[in-house]
Antibody, heavy 120, light 110 residues
Framework: EVQLVESGGGLVQPGGSLRLSCVVS????????MSWVRQAPGKGLEWVSG????????YYVDSVKGRFTISRDNSKNTLYLQMNSLRAEDTAVYYCAKKVTTTSSNFDYWGQGTLVTVSS | QTVVTQEPSFSVSPGGTVTLTCGLS?????????PSWYQQTPGQAPRTLIY???TRSSGVPDRFSGSILGNQAALTITGAQGDDESDYYC??????????FGGGTKLTVL
């Protein structure tokens, strides 16, 4: 059974940092591209960042470029999102999502999400 | 600025058929956008219904189908049931590693 389990969310002050983790099981993590998708309270889904199978290529929505860093450790079956210089508008549930195949595809499996709240 | 468009809301009668659409402001949707559809109820993670245009995710009933209709991607639900009342999101891969979600369609079954 495919499972994606996020952790690391919480309450952080504006300008602060958080690192999200997503531990996966049930599939060969090193064979699939991955992404982070977020959903602000009462809003729709927003793709945030993606990473290639090897981790050599990374992609970001414009609003987080220079502040967020996606990475993966294929030996630990874990995806990460380092979030710096957090803003109130980054408040959202963050989902880890598995791509169907490579970067050039969309998502077939999702985690349950972890809530990030940016507030003073 | 490329935008993915969806109907904000739609209504269907129980047992009826509804087709939700997913368009692209910059042109036509094609298979190379790998259109995918997700169902979400409040407080829950998205559930994958359809990926890569028309591949049904594991466990999804065949009442749900995906296609390209004209210049848009489409999700058709036949024999609508009460628990189909949800938000439905499409996503398109637009290149350079970027995926773009539509704003979602709130489906009411009544």
């Amino acid at each position: 059974e495919v499972q994606l389990v996020e952790s690391g969310g919480g309450l952080v002050q504006p300008g602060g940092s958080l690192r999200l983790s997503c531990v996966v099981s049930g599939f060969t993590f090193s064979s699939y591209a991955m992404s982070w998708v977020r959903q602000a309270p009462g809003k729709g889904l927003e793709w945030v960042s993606g990473i290639s199978v090897s981790g050599g290529s990374t992609y970001y929505v414009d609003s987080v470029k220079g502040r967020f860093t996606i990475s993966r450790d294929n030996s630990k079956n874990t995806l990460y999102l380092q979030m710096n210089s957090l803003r109130a508008e980054d408040t959202a549930v963050y989902y880890c999502a598995k791509k169907v195949t490579t970067t050039s595809s969309n998502f077939d499996y999702w985690g349950q999400g972890t809530l990030v709240t940016v507030s003073s | 600025q490329t935008v993915v468009t969806q109907e904000p809301s739609f209504s269907v009668s129980p047992g009826g058929t509804v087709t939700l659409t997913c368009g692209l402001s910059s042109g036509s949707v094609s298979f190379s956008h790998y259109p995918s559809w997700y169902q979400q109820t409040p407080g829950q993670a998205p559930r994958t219904l359809i990926y890569s245009t028309n591949t049904r995710s594991s466990g999804v009933p065949d009442r749900f189908s995906g296609s390209i209709l004209g210049n848009q991607a489409a999700l058709t639900i036949t024999g609508a049931q009460g628990d189909d009342e949800s938000d439905y999101y499409c996503v398109l891969y637009i290149g350079s590693g970027i995926s773009l979600f539509g704003g979602g369609t709130k489906l009411t079954v009544l």
